[in-house]
């Protein structure tokens, strides 16, 4: 399967599939940040589902993969480092904010540094069209902003510091967005790089969630969280691989902007499932985040 991915990069038919597996991403992702964000608390909900993940891509990497090469050690390192600070932003502002609040912002904000990003590292250039649409994708995440801090009502108190941990982490998302693809671009198998990934970054969060489940005065029964763990945890394979396939088989820029259609999967999640008051009017705002990105595909 990796030599059929590998001779798809550059052609129309790896720009499809690329196209297909951000869409996919969005839609995982948004799932991924409810289960994080629901019943249970965002740094448990995290633990767990790193934990799952590290040790289901335990056995893939040390038996199924190919082993990374030497060069790729420091790379994963710097992965590591810079998707625990992510993950750390990521709990903080889930724990002050509404997931329909928070999570809009995260994915917003980070569409434009990584566009930079894709610029300065691998070459890639977006038209005027693009353009138009990323300033389309970025009125609505910043009106989105100004619409929450104009009218919210719940967790009022805590919204400041919310959006700004969310910017925060939102421009980490840029730069594990941009880092990652120069990763499994760096190996020559990218199952290679998922593999060792998933096993390298489950090692953080658990031990913060075990140190803040023997802290807790009424600790939640494992059995749930267990479960949502592991539900997150395929998850997890399936929205991280499918963005990192599309930035090997496509352009990096385009590929996170896509991926940031997420919003409105979340707004839907949100009101469906976290009984979240969404509103017409951040409906509306949320939309301007998926127009801009529909825009900066058809304008490639």
Known sequence: MSAWLISLEGTEAGKSLALA???????????????????????????AIDASYGLMAMPLALFVVPWPEPFMWPIFAGAFVIHSIYKLLQAQAYSRGDYTVVYPVVRGTGPLVTVLGAYLIFGETFTATQWLGMAVLLSGIFGLAVYNLLYLVSARDTLVPALIFAVATGLFVALYTTYDAYGIRATADPFTFLAWFFMFDGILMPIIATLRYRSMVNPPTL???????????????????????ATRLDKVGEAAILRE????FAALIGWLFLRETVGPRRVALMGLIALGAVIVEMGG
């Open 21 to 47: 597996l951000a869409l996919l991403a969005a839609f995982l992702h948004a799932v991924f940040g409810a289960l994080q964000k629901g019943r249970h608390d965002p740094w448990l909900s995290r633990g």
């Open 223 to 245: 059995a749930p969280l267990a479960l949502r763990g592991i539900v997150g945890g395929i998850i997890a394979f399936f929205s991280f691989g499918a963005i990192m396939m």
């Open 261 to 264: 259609t997420s919003t409105v």
